[in-house]
């Protein structure tokens, strides 16, 4: 079975999440501040619950979080618990029923922590404000159902083996719960599955392979190599991505993703998988976009 994965926002579909700036907040009392996080997170609890819903009807069988779920929750003059908020056991109930509908419907969900989380910079403070985030995504996932925190690699920082050596270390200082879900996805600029693929082995966590990213930056793995290696690091259903570039691959920016996905870029390979696996579809058609492929897919097959 192909899951197809929808990514953090609709196009079409009147489901929003909601968010705030931390000028905004400022501006306000405590008091306040708590009050207006307290109703962006019962709404954006209450708008994932439609989302789980929209999935599960259409047959799009994975949604991607979006970070801010939980908006500036680990900002360093806005950070708050769920508890502390007016609505907390409510909006903490409404997410566990997400997590139910997700089982009751054989759903997946997963987190794509921001650009900022960066877990090998040679920067402390960075490293810390990165293992807060993945650590708050962490405890949300509890609630609905989450099992992929996917990161990249971080920077290159002119040594790649002293960068992934940080990377490794500040794995070692996420609690179980964030380590057991973590992920790492090649990108197109820095490390290639080649790379990535001894930290998955040593660390015993799983390679998001995204194909696009590989295509951007090759190695000496085929796209079929780099399939099945992504695919002997996971102890639960394996996770790729796919997008199609914007200009196609004879524009200057190959890396930019286009609305749709073209079925020219539909890895042949990936229909001869005898294994479940899913696929976040990263496209600006959203859920649009997704259930075009999916047409496709079951069209082809």
């Avoid at 403070?125 to 690699?153: K, M, R």
């Avoid at 399939?227 to 004879?250: K, Y």
């Amino acid at each position: 079975m192909i899951r197809l994965g929808l990514c953090c926002l609709f196009k079409q579909q009147p489901i929003k999440f909601s968010t705030t700036t931390a000028t905004h907040l400022l501006k306000m009392s405590r008091e306040q501040q708590l009050l207006k996080l307290s109703n962006l997170c019962l709404s954006n609890a209450e708008a994932l619950r439609q989302a789980y819903g929209f999935c599960a009807d259409t047959g799009i069988g994975c949604f991607r979080i979006n970070s801010q779920i939980l908006p500036l929750k680990t900002h360093p003059q806005i950070t708050y618990r769920v508890e502390d908020l007016p609505e907390g056991k409510k909006i903490i109930a409404t997410f566990c029923e997400c997590g139910k509908l997700l089982r009751q419907h054989g759903l997946r969900a997963s987190f794509h922590p921001d650009q900022f989380v960066v877990l090998n910079s040679p920067n402390p403070q960075t490293v810390a404000n990165s293992l807060a985030e993945i650590e708050y995504q962490a405890e949300v996932a509890e609630w609905v159902g989450v099992d992929v925190i996917n990161v990249h690699g971080g920077g290159g920082y002119g040594d790649k083996k002293s960068a992934l050596a940080r990377f490794i270390e500040a794995f070692t200082q996420l609690s179980p719960a964030a380590q057991s879900r973590l992920t790492i996805e090649n990108d197109d600029r820095t490390y290639t599955p080649a790379e990535l693929l001894p930290v998955c082995r040593k660390l015993k966590i799983p390679l998001v392979y995204d194909v696009h990213h590989h295509r951007c930056l090759p190695d000496n793995l085929s796209l079929e190599k780099a399939s099945d290696a992504a695919l002997q690091t996971w102890n639960r259903e394996p996770m790729f991505h796919l997008s199609s570039p914007i200009e196609g691959w004879g524009g200057k920016q190959p890396h930019r993703h286009h609305d749709y996905i073209d079925p020219a870029d539909f890895p042949e390979y990936w229909r001869s998988l005898t294994v479940d696996f899913t696929i976040e579809v990263e496209a600006k058609a959203k859920e649009l976009a997704v259930l075009q492929l999916k047409r496709y897919i079951t069209k082809a097959c």
